[in-house]
């Protein structure tokens, strides 16, 4: 069976080619490029929190630190407990919000080759849900998402208080 995403946001990618991007995606956002199409949860001086605008699933959220790193390892122990310190804030907002029953929490690294389409680093969160397809569905955008981008991201954003 074939199945269909319903993905109005790609549209600008997929229809406008030469309108790539300059620079990297999450340095521009973080020194608040309003030209980037950007949906920012949470911001503060280590750490970015953004809905991603291709999610995988409802509520899909990117946790970036600030300072450009590519590599786990080019992270500062500070650097490293804001971030996740997030991450768990994140998390927790999304338990309330959503009601997700799981989550698969990941990084990519090393650019295409495992699938990372930002070298910045970043962190996926991606709540999973009881009637959620398989994993495999879920990566390869096969999903339905049951309510708009704007619909999820206003309801987050009435509890953003919970990442400060
Ligand atoms: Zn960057």
Sequence with gaps: MRNVIFAPSRMRWVV?????LKGCLFCRIAKGDKKVPQKVLYRDEHVIVLMNIFPYNTGHLQVVPVRHVENLEDLSTDEICNLFT????????LKKV???KGFN???NI???IAGA???HLHVHIVPR??????????IAETKVLPESLEQTFEKLKKEVDMLK
């Design 129 to 138: 849900y009881e009637r959620d397809f398989g994993f495999m569905e879920v």
């Design 98 to 100: 959503l009601r997700p």
């Design 16 to 20: 406008n080619p030469k309108k790539k």
């Design 110 to 112: 090393g650019g295409e």
């Design 86 to 93: 997030m991450v768990q804030k994140a998390t927790r907002l």
């Design 117 to 119: 389409s930002v070298n």
């Design 105 to 107: 929490i990941g990084i």
